[in-house]
């Protein structure tokens, strides 16, 4: 048995997706019913994410729930989806600067490899053109320049441990209005299908 467990936010918890349940989910689903059909690779997908969470909160929750959930066979992979509530501006400062979420997840990344896990990284999915640089209803501010700086932080991470990274901010991008709920942050039905057919193309593949 295999393990792969999904750490994030709202993104990853997919509570904006009223079809499947979000991209985590989507995985989830598809690897039961291959295990059904053909009684082979029985793969366990958790989905360990919490709204609101930034890397902070990963950091005093990783540990101990990682390893808990880590497969007898050492067939482990474990997700990290975070930046859209860490790069989130709020009366004048970020709720984590770059340099903390750069060293939250290098605690993270560190202690996964040690104990024999695949890392993938997923970058940071953009906003609404329509929020961009303006206060939301929690009076947050995010914009594409950050969203752009986080996920260059991903990228040198990535390089720094030689993990893999899985880009969905491109495709996303790329028509993202249709991909996003009416807040302009989160991820629709259609979006969390996106998600879930570039990160199972890369993760499964």
Same mark, same amino acid.
């Given at each position: 048995?295999?393990?792969?467990?999904?750490?994030?936010?709202?993104?990853?918890?997919?509570?904006? /997706?009223?079809?499947?349940?979000?991209?985590?989910? =989507?995985?989830?689903? =598809?690897?039961?019913?291959? *295990?059904? #059909?053909?009684?082979? /690779?029985?793969?366990?997908? *958790?989905?360990?994410? !919490?709204?609101?969470?930034?890397?902070?909160?990963?950091?005093? =929750?990783?540990?101990?729930? *990682?390893?808990?959930?880590?497969?007898?066979? $050492?067939?482990?992979?474990?997700?990290?989806?975070?930046?859209?509530? /860490?790069?989130?501006?709020?009366?004048?400062?970020?709720?984590?600067?770059?340099?903390?979420?750069?060293?939250?997840?290098?605690?993270?990344?560190?202690?996964?490899? #040690? $104990?024999?896990?695949?890392?993938?990284?997923?970058?940071?999915?953009?906003?609404?053109?329509?929020?961009?640089? !303006?206060?939301?209803?929690?009076?947050?501010?995010?914009?594409? #320049?950050?969203? =752009?700086?986080?996920?260059?932080? @991903?990228?040198?991470? %990535? &390089?720094?441990?030689? &993990? #893999?990274?899985?880009?969905?901010?491109?495709? *996303?991008?790329?028509? $993202?209005?249709?991909?996003?709920?009416?807040?302009? @942050?989160?991820?629709?039905?259609?979006?969390?299908?996106?998600?879930?057919?570039?990160? %199972?193309?890369?993760?499964?593949?």
């Amino acid at each position: 048995m295999a393990s792969i467990i999904c750490f994030g936010d709202s993104i990853t918890r997919g509570e904006s /997706d009223a079809v499947y349940g979000g991209w985590a989910d =989507r995985i989830k689903t =598809r690897l039961i019913k291959q *295990f059904l #059909e053909t009684a082979k /690779d029985r793969v366990s997908v *958790f989905n360990m994410g !919490i709204s609101g969470e930034t890397t902070d909160g990963l950091m005093q =929750r990783f540990q101990s729930e *990682f390893v808990t959930r880590l497969a007898d066979d $050492k067939q482990n992979t474990v997700l990290f989806g975070y930046g859209a509530n /860490d790069l989130a501006n709020q009366d004048g400062r970020f709720l984590v600067t770059i340099e903390s979420y750069i060293d939250n997840l290098s605690h993270c990344i560190e202690f996964a490899l #040690e $104990k024999g896990a695949s890392v993938v990284l997923i970058n940071i999915t953009p906003i609404a053109a329509h929020l961009d640089g !303006i206060p939301n209803i929690n009076k947050r501010i995010r914009n594409d #320049e950050t969203i =752009r700086r986080y996920n260059q932080a @991903l990228l040198n991470l %990535s &390089v720094k441990y030689s &993990v #893999e990274l899985i880009d969905v901010y491109t495709p *996303f991008n790329a028509n $993202k209005e249709t991909y996003l709920t009416a807040d302009g @942050l989160h991820p629709n039905s259609a979006g969390h299908e996106l998600l879930y057919q570039v990160i %199972s193309s890369s993760l499964l593949s």
